[in-house]
């Protein structure tokens, strides 16, 4: 794991508790070092024990050193009862809540007309339902009544969509949606719906008034050319 300085104040979330899910990995894996150099506490969760625990033990000497502690909940995000779970063992571990990450999501590398039931409902299950979940949950146990702070992921396919070294006419990308149709990216569907609709989900997030001092925002990191989700995307 390569090492960086935050360009923010030490200590800046010391006391402070987290939930990053997708937190064993990728862009939810940095986000939780990033927290861990700043003080905080934070709890990462993903389906996958193994993942999570080795983030865990490469983590703890990061945690250590900026006075936080990280634990991880194993949690599939598209289930009502584990996310609720995850929330619960979450106060049980470290008594508040302060910031929930929704990081978990995914795409699945082929065109529209190829994917199956079974991989549209994966995506929207986890992209969508899970963002829901996750964000009722961390109200229902400790943001509805103390307050929190929500901050959403989103990926926008399009604009950020990188071409091959060779890119083809017919490929398009960012340039030509209409021919929008790269393994990889999916466009038709996923793009223009799935993207959009998680995009307005978390969107009336931000423009509906939460109480109690709990805040939504959304980010949109820029262009990933490494790692798992690159690798993905061809």
């Known amino acids: 794991m390569a090492y960086y300085r935050s360009v923010f104040r030490t ?4 006391g402070q508790v987290a939930v990053v899910t997708g937190g064993g990995t990728g862009i939810g894996l940095q986000i939780t ?4 150099e700043l003080g905080c506490t934070v709890v990462i969760s993903s389906r996958n024990a193994q ?3 080795s983030a865990v033990e490469a983590l ?25 779970a995850l929330f619960d063992r979450v106060l049980e ?8 990450v929704n990081n978990s999501g995914g795409q699945f590398p082929a065109p529209a007309s190829m ?20 964000c009722k949950a961390a109200h229902a146990a400790w943001m509805g009544e103390h307050g929190g702070c929500i901050v959403n992921i989103i990926a926008d396919m399009v604009s950020c ?49 939460l109480p109690s001092r709990c805040t939504a925002t959304s980010q949109l990191p820029g262009h990933v050319a490494h790692g798992s989700g690159a690798r993905r995307s061809g």
Not at 11 to 14: H, N, S
Not at 93 to 100: A, T
Request: glycine share 8%.
């Open 11 to 14: 200590q800046l979330f010391m």
């Open 33 to 36: 070092r990033e927290l861990l």
């Open 51 to 53: 993942k999570l625990a």
């Open 60 to 84: 703890r000497p990061v945690a250590a050193a900026g006075g936080g502690r990280v634990e991880y909940v194993v949690c599939n995000i598209r289930q009502e009862q584990q996310v609720d």
């Open 93 to 100: 571990l470290c008594g508040r809540l302060d910031i929930l």
């Open 115 to 134: 994917i199956s039931l079974k991989g549209w409902s994966a995506v929207i299950e986890t992209n969508l339902t899970g963002t829901f979940l996750c």
């Open 161 to 209: 969509a990188v071409p091959p070294p060779t890119p083809l006419p017919s490929q398009g990308f960012a340039t030509d949606p209409p021919s929008f149709a790269r393994p990889g990216i999916l466009r038709n569907l996923t793009v223009e719906g799935v993207s959009n609709a998680r995009f307005f989900l978390r969107r009336d997030l931000l423009l509906t008034p």
